[in-house]
């Protein structure tokens, strides 16, 4: 079965420190996508990154950074010196490439981690 | 451009009231989904379309649920004879394609109440 886990529920950081959120997942597929969203207060889901499960490369995006390693199912996501604004509830989510009319995302979503950045 | 758009945002209603959800997505989007919210939880999957018809409607909870896309665009999420536990949020999002790997576009969702 395909599961998503978000171990940490809450982090508190101060303003300018770097955190890091977890993500571990499972599937038994050899092809599949992992996505990190954003939830601000206002509700929205905000798409950050998409990655294939056929690309380890790390990717870096201003502050914001992904390490996905298949050995240990884990696609974690960095913040570099946090700031106010990125105070939300961040998800982690998996899709198989499901193979039917074409294929879809059915995403799998982790409970997620909300973070509060204080000043 | 405009983004995807839900309607109410916020709605009351009594339980055994049946309510209707709707959703605009972005236009040229083929593909839309349905996902419920509960406090303190991520999206669950509910039902996706390709086009007009439901390619998959294997998250809906019960026959109460009910989902319809008549002409490939807006699409309105049924609820009959609601339940205090159907009170959530109902997110829509859609993407360019039904293609793995589309990233989805979320709307600000609509915050069901069932007293």
């Known amino acids: 079965a395909q599961k998503v886990t978000q171990a940490q529920t809450e982090i508190s950081v101060v303003e300018k420190e770097d955190v890091t959120l977890d993500c571990v997942y499972e599937?038994?597929?050899?092809?599949?996508?992992l996505f990190w969203y954003k939830q601000p207060p206002s509700g929205e889901l905000v798409f950050l990154i998409r990655?294939?499960?056929?690309?380890?490369q790390n990717e870096i995006s201003g502050r914001y950074s992904w390490n996905f390693q298949k050995s240990t199912s884990s696609f974690n996501f960095t913040i570099t010196a946090s700031q106010v604004v990125d105070s939300a509830v961040y998800f982690c989510?998996?899709?198989?490439?499901?193979?039917?009319?074409?294929?879809?995302?059915?995403?799998?979503f982790g409970a997620g981690t909300r973070l509060a950045v204080h000043p | 451009g405009a983004g995807v758009s839900q309607t109410p945002s916020n709605k009351v209603t009594e339980k055994g009231k049946y309510v209707e959800l709707r959703c605009d997505p972005i236009?040229?989007?083929?593909?839309l989904y349905w996902y419920r919210q509960s406090l303190g939880q991520g999206p669950e999957f509910l039902i996706y379309?390709?086009?007009?018809?439901?390619?998959?409607d294997s998250g809906l909870p019960n026959d109460r649920f009910f989902a319809v896309r008549p002409e490939g665009s807006v699409s309105t999420l049924k609820i009959q004879r609601t339940e205090r536990g159907d009170s959530a949020v109902y997110l829509c999002?859609?993407?360019?394609?039904?293609?793995?790997?589309?990233?989805?576009?979320f709307g600000n969702g609509t915050r069901l109440t069932v007293t």
């Open positions: 999002a859609s993407s360019p394609t039904g293609t793995g790997g589309s990233p989805l576009h």
């Open positions: 599937t038994r597929d050899t092809t599949y996508y």
């Open positions: 990655r294939n499960s056929f690309d380890e």
């Open positions: 989510a998996l899709s198989e490439a499901v193979r039917f009319s074409g294929g879809y995302n059915k995403l799998i």
């Open positions: 236009s040229g989007h083929t593909a």
């Open positions: 379309f390709q086009g007009t018809g439901a390619a998959d």
